[in-house]
């Protein structure tokens, strides 16, 4: 069984910068293609960013391009979100993600599963 567990949310002022974790267990890591969400509240889920298996593709969301960067362990079947510049938009639950629909690049949310709980990230300005 997959699971997903992100750590490293918090609050944070604008113009900071936090690292985010994703601790992946119950596959095969370094053959998953994972993927950044997040939910503000009252809004839909939305995409930030995927990683190729190998960690070197990457593609953003035009929101966060620049200031967000994924990276990823294979060792420590970890992926990672850094975030700097942070904003008060940038206020969400972010999620990780494993690419289930494989052969598509980036994805889209639907080509996506095993979601982990989330954790919070707020940007007080």
């Known amino acids: 069984q997959v699971q997903l567990v992100e750590s490293g949310g918090g609050l944070v002022q604008a113009g900071g910068s936090l690292r985010l974790s994703c601790a992946a267990s119950?596959?095969?890591?370094?053959?998953?293609?994972m993927g950044w969400f997040r939910q503000a509240p009252g809004n839909q889920r939305e995409f930030v960013g995927v990683?190729?298996?190998?960690?070197?593709?990457?593609y953003y969301a035009d929101s966060v391009k620049g200031r967000f960067t994924i990276s990823r362990d294979n060792a420590k079947n970890t992926v990672y979100l850094q975030m700097n510049s942070l904003k008060p938009e940038d206020t969400a639950v972010y999620y990780c993600?494993?690419?289930?629909?494989?052969?598509?690049?980036?994805?889209?949310?639907?080509?996506?599963?095993?979601w982990g709980l989330g954790t919070q990230v707020t940007v007080s300005s």
């Open positions: 993600a494993v690419q289930v629909v494989r052969g598509t690049w980036p994805g889209q949310e639907a080509d996506f599963g095993s």
């Open positions: 119950g596959l095969t890591f370094s053959d998953s293609v």
């Open positions: 990683i190729s298996r190998s960690g070197y593709n990457t």
